[in-house]
């Protein structure tokens, strides 16, 4: 019943800038972290950001000059801004939220893509 919805994903040139969405819907629980993860053709899934719902920020050191993330308009949400990208931001972005629930609960969403040319 919980869904992860991510958007805002595209094609982009070297240098531009990108900012994804991500809406938590179908739950009555705050979030206890939400988060962002890239996953490169051929690579694994790794965090880029994420934060967490007393507000700690935790940003990957290759991007940290160049993304943010914060929280949305929404109670459950979020969003990464992403300036100056490269090449290698190439991907799907995935977005996996964990619930103040009894079990905490976490849920991922079903990506958006991100495609910088040069």
């Known amino acids: 019943q919980v869904q992860v919805a991510e958007s805002g994903g595209g094609l982009v040139q070297a240098g531009g800038s990108l900012r994804l969405s991500c809406v938590v819907s179908g739950t009555i629980f705050n979030f206890a972290t939400m988060g962002w993860y890239h996953q490169a053709p051929g690579n694994q899934r790794e965090l880029v950001a994420s934060?967490?719902?007393?507000?700690?920020?935790t940003l990957r050191e290759s991007v940290k000059s160049r993304f943010t993330i914060s929280r949305g308009n929404a109670k459950n949400s979020v969003t990464l801004q992403m300036n100056s990208l490269k090449p290698e931001d190439t991907g799907v972005y995935y977005c996996r939220a964990v619930m103040t629930s009894d079990y905490y609960e976490a849920y991922w969403g079903q990506g958006t893509r991100v495609t910088v040319s040069t």
């Open positions: 934060i967490t719902g007393t507000g700690d920020i």
